[in-house]
Every structure is written in C-alpha cells, then in structure tokens.
C-alpha cells in the first residue's frame, strides 16, 4: 500500500491512518487532526454569485464585503474581503482533496487569466494538531494544472504541541 501523500512511512500513525485509504470524521476527532485543501479567491470588490458563474461552481462558502454574520460565541463579525471558497471533502487525504476541487472548477485558462489579474487566488493547505514528521506531496500534474492557473499553494502547518515556559 502507497504511503498518504502527507504521510512519512516513519511516522507510526500513518498505518491507522492509511489503513482504510482516508480519514473519518470519528478518526480525525480523536486524534485531533485536521487535514483541509481549499480554493480561495479574496477581493474587496468580489461577487460570489459572479465567480460561481464563471467557475461553473457553487462554493462551500462565500460572503460579499461588509457582510455581517454571528459566531459561535455570539460575536458580530464583518467581512473585511470578499471570499469565494470551494473546500475538498476532508474524508480525503490531500490528494484526493485537490483532485475533486480540481475536477468541480472550470478548467478553462481564460477564465483563471482573468481571476488572478482581478482576485488574489490561492489553494490553503491546512494541517493541524499533526504530530512527528509529515510530508504533504501533490503530483506534478496537479500542481501544473495551479501552476497554468496562476494559482500559488500556500501551507499552513499548525502543531498541537503547546509551548511551555
């Protein structure tokens, strides 16, 4: 069996992890890991209902600027940015996760010439509460498909160790 694409061979969880080719969302509580891919695109002046349009996708969640919502916790935010975000099913491991965002967008470099000239667009790699050594790998045909986007990868790797002292 082929290591996760975010896994060492090293790491000792990487067998329960891999065991049933991803992760559930019981598993991933448990051991308080999370693993999200997104595609985000931010502007001030972003229409969600306008990207929708020319990604031919609906997102995972989106806002205009200046909207207001609640928070668990009873705070009143606003939004400084536009935000049209499509997020992977995080049952799947990294790979698995950018393949289905990849293969719910428009593909077409017309389209993407002209959102990254108007919006910053980005593909978040979240990895949180990991433990030991990690390798997050996307193949060369993915990371070409972003790359033909203009579409940066950007990793945040987050440990669940706390500093002492």
């Not at 969880?13 to 595609?39: D, N």
């Not at 502007?43 to 031919?56: F, H, N, V």
């Not at 993915?142 to 669940?160: D, F, H, K, M, Y």
């Amino acid at each position: 069996m082929k290591p996760p694409p975010f896994a060492s061979k090293k790491n000792k969880r990487w067998k329960r992890l891999s065991q049933a080719g991803k992760m559930s969302p019981e598993r991933m509580e448990h051991h308080h890991e999370t693993v999200r891919v997104a595609l985000r695109i931010t502007g001030k002046d972003l229409d969600p209902g306008e990207i929708s349009g020319l990604l031919r996708c609906e997102p995972t969640s989106a806002h205009r600027y200046g909207d207001t919502w609640t928070g668990p916790s009873g705070t009143l935010y606003e939004a400084g940015s536009g935000l049209w975000e499509l997020e992977g099913n995080s049952q799947h491991l990294l790979e698995g996760q950018l393949e289905q965002i990849l293969g719910q967008v428009e593909g077409d470099p017309e389209v993407w010439k002209g959102l990254v000239g108007r919006y910053r667009c980005s593909l978040m790699v979240e990895m949180e509460g990991l433990e030991g050594d990690w390798t997050a790998r996307f193949s060369p045909e993915n990371l070409g498909q972003l790359g033909a986007w203009g579409i940066p990868v950007t990793l945040e790797i987050r440990s669940s160790r706390q500093e002492t002292g």
